[in-house]
């Protein structure tokens, strides 16, 4: 069992930087600069994939605050608008960026006319490295708990042994992408990306996050909003699982899937 405790923020003289901010933007970093060698390992242009990455990253912070907003706490956010703009008092939500990654990258991809299933595979590889070091800010100021339990994965919440959310998630990612690594060594990529990344992603994440989110804490104070006993991270998991598959379908049918 993992002992509780709690990591807000780094003092450094007057300034006090936000842990989970900093992890959120190291994951940023690195999985743009892992992207970025992935692009040029495929004969992409490199920088241009960076480009496509800052449109990806700015889409997806304004709708995962737009969606925690009003898919979590909508009566807070319409009685004070403002409160949009207050960005340092937390509250995004992941599949709100998710939909807001896809929206930049098409939009990115459309307007350079760029070949999207291979920069959006390059960028779906390094992505799970990315999310599960951004995790581990979560996982620090402990934001996610989950439900009462006593496994090894279990910390030490004050009142009881808890599972964290973000703990599980940032090792979801971390797993995914040993996964992405393997099939990546595989075979030999060829200079064009082949588009596999991105339907395995949504299936992968989606599928396992539904299951999770049953985990997360109900009996707190706070606790995610359920919508017929389901949170909207689970309904939006269901969608992405479907649309995986729908493309994994597609790819099989068109024998366009490069391994």
């Not at 991809?109 to 070949?115: G, Q, V, Y």
């Not at 999207?116 to 996982?139: E, V």
Request: with cysteine.
């Amino acid at each position: 069992m993992i002992p509780y405790f709690r990591f807000t923020y780094i003092p450094i003289g007057p300034v006090h930087i936000q842990v989970w901010g900093l992890m959120v933007a190291a994951g940023i970093i690195v999985a743009t600069l892992l992207g970025r060698r992935e692009a040029k390992r495929r004969g992409l242009d490199a920088d241009l994939f960076v480009d496509f990455g800052t449109w990806i990253m700015v889409s997806a912070l304004i709708f995962a605050r737009l969606f925690h907003a009003f898919a979590y706490e909508p009566v807070s956010y319409l009685t004070d608008p403002l409160r949009l703009l207050r960005v340092w008092e937390g509250g995004m939500s992941s599949y709100g960026g998710f939909l807001g990654a896809a929206i930049g990258a098409v939009w990115f991809a459309r307007k350079r006319k760029l070949d999207f299933h291979a920069y959006a595979d390059a960028a779906c590889y390094a992505f799970p490295l990315g999310y599960g070091i951004g995790r581990i800010g979560c996982f620090l100021i402990h934001d996610h708990p989950g439900t009462l339990s006593h496994s090894l994965l279990a910390v030490q919440y004050p009142g009881g042994a808890r599972l964290d959310h973000g703990l599980l998630l940032s090792l979801l990612g971390f797993a995914i992408f040993a996964v992405f690594v393997f099939l990546n060594r595989r075979r030999e990529v060829n200079k064009q990306a082949s588009g596999r990344f991105l339907p395995l992603l949504m299936v992968s994440y989606g599928a396992i996050r539904f299951v999770l989110d049953f985990y997360r804490a109900y009996d707190l104070p706070g606790a995610d909003a359920r919508y017929l006993a389901l949170t909207p991270a689970q309904y939006g998991s269901l969608l992405i699982v479907a649309a995986g598959a729908w493309l994994l379908h597609g790819m099989r049918r068109k024998g366009t899937a490069r391994t």
